[in-house]
């Protein structure tokens, strides 16, 4: 899980340089979709059990959110994948803080 | 004036070859896994380059001979022979991270994926060895990759904690994952005392001709050069350690998460300045790699080499570098992940490193060769700790490698 959000929060952080314009569109592209394809695999690789079903539940809002903000900046409307990303962040602390919480 | 200015260049050089794919990409994991608590390895990594630079200069200067001359000639065919196999499957490995470090920079200003650019970045890197001297290649890419300074100047931007900084050059145990932390370690110095740099500092002594007025020179220029190199590469960790953390960060598996680095410091500049330094280091590696490979093997087996002379006057040393950037290119153009290939290549060269620094012992007191320049007291002494650091370093490199790569 500690991988996932690493990658998370890297789509986050590209995302948030995207918005202020100091990265180019191509590598925001490129990048962001290499972070989900990142998250994906390592979500496949966790074993399908019930104490691995909250992780899995987990990657699918991360990327959902991450496919949110990203498809709202492409299209120049940075207010709203702007509060996507405050989501995005929001979701990614509680996230840490379960993962905390369970050592 | 005119020793001033090789010095100086010389110092600059050193840049090209120290950072790389491998020092940036092993400096930005450590920074954000562990913050500042692994400068150490680059300054202990560092120490021991500077040792060996400084040896292979001072070689070449007494004996006349490169330091792959001496290898030969002193241990017999046999040992030089597995030195080169060993050697030249680290070289490969390194050649090819280095091309992908092109191909990844030019992928992140073109938006246009990195295997496309395989191709076109090894035909390059060819066409400059080919229709290049030694010279031209040298202080050329030495001089754009000042372009790596921007990360000193990030550093300063971002205004780290100076004392937690200078605690980080103190070595310490970890309070995580220590199998990790002593992999990252590894890969540091796997990636700063890479065999291709001394052998390669050797042979350009005796591509400039330097002669017995050149000591003091080399002296400064490896050390000097190295440590300037690994302010750099300290800037790079330190940049990561402040950048990555606090954003949630702390595992870096991609370029991707490497390239807007120093966006936070500088902004777009920052952006396309990392560019820059990725693909102009990692170009000046590619070179010196090559060049490094073709020099081992033509004076392994005593044909004519120099990169000054035209290829049809040694045409087997042109050969080499071409067959070599031939095989090198193709693990990225067939989309191997540059950075997993970057973090592979760093602990092969641990595990290679003895083989590289054992010869030196016995190369830098035998006054058949170095005559009255051989090694005094002070370089023994830290030749036997770097042969023994290297013997640790290749024991544990491959279980760090499975259980904490």
């Not at chain 2, 000042?146 to 980080?168: I, Q, S, T």
Request: with cysteine; glycine share 10%; net charge negative.
């Amino acid at each position: 899980m500690q991988q996932i959000l690493s990658w998370s929060a890297s789509a986050e952080m590209i995302l948030d340089a995207r918005i202020a314009k100091n990265v180019p569109e191509g590598f925001t592209d490129l990048a962001v979709e290499k972070c989900q394809t990142e998250i994906s695999d390592i979500a496949s690789q966790l074993p399908q059990t019930a104490r691995t079903a909250h992780a899995r539940a987990a990657v699918v809002m991360l990327n959902g959110l991450i496919s949110a903000a990203h498809d709202e900046i492409g299209h120049g409307r940075l207010e709203q994948g702007h509060q996507h990303i405050a989501e995005l962040h929001r979701y990614q602390a509680e996230q840490r803080s379960t993962l905390g919480a369970g050592g | 004036m005119k020793k001033l200015l090789q010095i100086s260049l010389g110092i600059v050089t050193s840049v090209g070859g120290f950072i790389e794919t491998g020092q940036i990409a092993t400096s930005a994991q450590a920074g954000a896994a562990y913050g500042f608590s692994l400068l150490w390895a680059i300054a202990i990594g560092t120490v021991c380059l500077i040792f060996l630079i400084e040896m292979s200069g001072r070689f070449a200067i007494a004996s006349h001979h490169t330091v792959a001359d001496g290898m030969r000639e002193r241990f017999g065919s046999n040992y030089f022979l597995l030195t080169l196999l060993i050697v030249s499957i680290v070289n490969l490995l390194v050649l090819a991270s280095e091309i992908g470090g092109v191909t990844l920079a030019l992928q992140f200003v073109s938006g246009v994926d990195y295997q496309w650019w395989a191709l076109p970045v090894a035909f390059i890197v060819w066409l400059l060895l080919w229709k290049g001297t030694f010279g031209m290649i040298e202080d050329g890419v030495a001089i754009l990759g000042l372009v790596a300074l921007c990360f000193v100047v990030g550093v300063f931007v971002m205004d780290p904690p100076w004392l937690e900084v200078a605690k980080g050059l103190v070595p310490t145990l970890p309070d995580k994952q220590p199998l990790h932390y002593g992999f990252i370690a590894v890969s540091i110095l796997g990636a700063v005392i890479a065999p291709f740099l001394f052998l390669f500092y050797s042979s350009g002594a005796i591509e400039e001709k330097w002669d017995k007025s050149f000591f003091g020179a080399n002296r400064v220029i490896s050390t000097l050069g190295m440590s300037f190199g690994a302010v750099i590469a300290a800037a790079i960790l330190i940049v990561a350690a402040l950048a990555y953390p606090p954003r949630g960060i702390t595992d870096i598996e991609g370029y991707d998460q490497i390239a807007p680095i120093l966006t936070p410091a500088l902004g777009k500049w920052g952006f396309y300045l990392f560019a820059a330094s990725l693909g102009i280091t990692c170009l000046g590696a590619a070179l010196e790699a090559s060049l490094g490979q073709a020099y081992l093997v033509a004076q392994g087996f005593g044909w004519n080499w120099s990169e000054d002379a035209k290829p049809r006057t040694n045409p087997a040393f042109s050969l080499v570098y071409t067959g070599f950037i031939a095989v090198a290119f193709m693990p990225i153009a067939i989309g191997v992940d540059p950075l997993q290939l970057t973090i592979f290549s760093m602990a092969i060269t641990a595990l290679a490193l003895p083989f590289g620094v054992v010869p030196f012992l016995f190369l830098m007191n035998d006054r058949n060769y170095v005559g009255d320049h051989g090694n005094g007291w002070i370089s023994n002494t830290a030749v036997l700790v770097i042969i023994g650091l290297s013997f640790i370093v290749a024991l544990i490199t491959i279980p760090l490698q499975i259980f904490g790569g």
